[in-house]
């Protein structure tokens, strides 16, 4: 199998082993508190998405479009920009109960956004090979709400002391902050948001 990849694969393949790496840093970080190990595990998305467009590129210019590149492409997004950005932010302190429906809200809002574009994706390009706009955020803008994790990490604001603290409601609590998820995850499944795609 791994000689029918072409080299946009492989960068591909390069970002679904960045957010397993992240989702291991963050599992480092809950064992040792160390705060390096949880701002290693967001720098690890960013790197993800310059992988991510860089896969895009390489298909477009070798002229290697593929199903099969496609369906990667959408699995390795799920776990860097879905499932990564919901572990920083459940090890950053977000662990309440309702924190939890929110990240599993939001990672399920990724996956079925991915799902949509890849049933709609020849629509949406019109018989080009580059789809013109996204319906709903692209799942990679994730990597704003790590970015959010990380300066509350530089300001010593991690577990407890997260901002805008917790609430508690009925049987668990709520960290507000993890309300930036349930936004991005609605914003991400949203008909109605059309963006030009660079």
Request: aromatic share 8%; charged share 15%; glycine share 10%.
């Amino acid at each position: 199998m791994i000689r029918s990849f072409q080299l946009a694969d492989f960068l591909t393949l390069g970002n679904a082993a960045c957010g397993v790496l992240a989702i291991f840093a963050v599992m480092s970080y809950l064992e040792t508190r160390a705060t390096g190990r949880l701002v290693v595990a967001a720098a690890l998305i960013p790197l993800a998405l310059v992988l991510d467009v860089l896969d895009g590129r390489v298909a477009r210019a070798r002229h290697e479009h593929s199903a099969m590149g496609r369906e990667l492409d959408s699995l390795a997004d799920v776990i860097s920009f879905g499932v990564a950005p919901a572990t920083i932010a459940y090890g950053a302190g977000m662990d309440g109960l309702w924190d939890v429906v929110i990240l599993v809200y939001f990672v399920c809002c990724g996956v079925s956004r991915l799902a949509r574009f890849n049933i709609t994706a020849d629509t949406l390009a019109a018989g080009g090979a580059k789809v013109r706009y996204f319906e709903g955020t692209p799942i990679p803008t994730s990597v704003v709400l790590v970015a959010l994790v990380v300066l509350a990490a530089w300001a010593g604001r991690l577990g407890g002391q997260l901002p805008l603290g917790a609430v508690r409601i009925g049987p668990g609590a709520l960290h507000p902050f993890a309300l930036l998820w349930a936004v991005s995850g609605s914003l991400m499944i949203s008909k109605t948001l059309r963006i030009p795609k660079l």
